[in-house]
């Protein structure tokens, strides 16, 4: 587990995340405690085996969870609701370290004013299955689509 409480950490912490998935329902908003919490998957790139085939890889996935603290205010966008996939595309600290934001592609984000930045990643090693494909649609592109008799 890694406590984070500085801008370059948690920037440091959410790097290897990129590309990370999640579904709607592992992205959680506690207000009375003021913690969001994501749990996502990504392939262990590290400790990649090789697969049965000569120089074919067999990916291993872990489940990393990210836990935000003392959050101030919350504003959480996720257009294809709690059963879909989502990809983390980065983490942003701005305002001198009084806002976090998580953007998620398509184009859905969480977003959290916070007292200072106060975070924890839990990456236990926990082996996981690999996670569903995500269906990224373009907006504009579904949108012409939907037009068309």
């Known amino acids: 587990m890694t406590q984070i409480t500085d801008r370059d950490s948690f920037l440091k912490a959410m790097a290897p995340l990129r590309e990370a998935t999640f579904t709607g329902a592992d992205l959680v908003y506690d207000e ?11 392939e262990d790139r590290a400790t990649g085996r090789q697969g049965l085939l000569p120089g074919r890889r067999k990916n291993s996935w872990l489940r990393t969870v990210i836990h935000v603290r003392r959050i101030v205010s919350y504003r959480q966008s996720l257009a294809s609701g709690p059963d879909e996939v989502y990809v983390l595309d ?42 569903r494909k995500p269906v990224i649609v373009n907006p504009v592109v579904a949108k012409e689509k939907a037009r068309r008799p």
């Not at 009375?32 to 990504?42: C, G, I, N, S, V």
């Not at 600290?93 to 990643?121: C, K, L, N």
Request: cysteine-free; charged content about 35%; aromatic content about 6%.
């Open 32 to 42: 009375e405690a003021r913690e969001m919490t994501l749990a996502l998957t990504r």
């Open 90 to 131: 980065r983490a942003e600290v701005g305002r001198g370290g009084q806002e976090v934001a998580f953007y998620f592609r398509p184009g859905d984000r969480a977003v959290m004013d916070v007292e200072h930045i106060e975070a924890r990643v839990e990456d236990a090693g926990r082996a996981t299955a690999p996670p």
